[in-house]
């Protein structure tokens, strides 16, 4: 329903961490995909959120490929510094006012070619500059430029996503907020992931315990199953942190330098 609104179009999907927001943001890029847009995606996370211009370079890259004559060169090339660092040393060299310009205009000028779908999962992890830059350019998309917006974040994080009220991209707003799974739907998801069923004692606890939140179930569900099917008990670990402590205690101390490298 969504897909089908007159461009420029938002869906925001917000929802706390493993209630399966990045799912469902998956799928409508999936789904946006395969209706033939040119779909440029990004990831951002908190590691790079202090690289300016990491999510933008990631993100608009692909569009600097399609695009041909109709963007000014100044324009142009103030993208093409953030993106592809070809001019500059460093992204603080670079005049924000000129980025966010080119890239509303590679952003029309992709559209005239096919739709284009700018999904960030993720969004309140972007980093500075490209939420300056890519709040600017959503914010003066008009109606009419064939563009759409998927964008995935948690509730009450202090970026938020991006501010668009009071632009056209604001007036076709969708939003989605995935909520606990029920006790039947949980039951589904941990079977297919642990592969062992679980009595209804357990499975009643689990929803409790998890608030139906999907992740939460399966890693908890971990330790249940560790446990064996005949320990109705449940001693189920208060959050998810102490699920990892559990599991990187028993490890050897090389195995434990290895995964700070790994993590780092």
């Known amino acids: 329903r969504w897909f089908d609104r007159?461009?420029?179009?938002?869906?925001?999907?917000?929802?706390e961490a493993g209630i399966g927001k990045t799912t469902l943001w998956e799928e409508a890029v999936r789904r946006t995909g395969s209706a033939g847009c040119l779909v440029l995606a990004c990831?951002?996370?908190?590691?790079?959120?202090?690289?300016?211009?990491?999510?933008?370079?990631?993100?608009?890259?692909?569009?600097?490929?399609?695009?041909?004559?109709g963007v000014p060169a100044p324009r142009l090339r103030a993208l093409e510094g953030a993106v592809r660092l070809r001019e500059i040393v460093g992204g603080a060299s670079l005049d924000e006012t000129a980025v966010a310009l080119g890239t509303l205009s590679v952003l029309r000028a992709a559209a005239t070619h096919r739709s284009v779908a700018v999904a960030i999962d993720d969004v309140h992890w972007l980093d500075a500059s490209s939420r300056a830059v890519l709040t600017y350019a959503l914010r003066n998309l008009h109606r009419g430029d064939d563009v759409s917006v998927i964008v995935a974040s948690r509730p009450g994080d202090g970026a938020g996503p991006l501010r668009l009220a009071g632009s056209d991209l604001a007036l076709a707003t969708e939003r989605l907020r995935p909520g606990p799974l029920s006790v039947g739907a949980l039951?589904?998801?941990?079977?297919?992931?642990?592969?062992?069923?679980?009595?209804?004692?357990?499975?009643?606890?689990?929803?409790?315990v998890s608030g139906g939140n999907p992740l939460h179930a399966i890693e908890l569900a971990r330790v249940v199953a560790l446990a064996g099917p005949h320990d109705e008990a449940l001693e189920v670990p208060a959050s998810l942190a102490d699920v990892l402590r559990a599991r990187i205690e028993p490890l050897s101390p090389r195995t434990r330098r290895l995964l700070v490298a790994v993590a780092a």
């Open 6 to 15: 007159p461009r420029p179009a938002v869906l925001e999907i917000e929802g």
């Open 187 to 208: 039951h589904r998801v941990v079977h297919r992931r642990i592969g062992a069923p679980l009595s209804r004692p357990k499975l009643f606890r689990l929803h409790s």
């Open 43 to 69: 990831r951002p996370v908190e590691a790079e959120a202090t690289v300016s211009y990491g999510a933008l370079a990631t993100l608009m890259e692909p569009a600097l490929d399609v695009v041909g004559e």
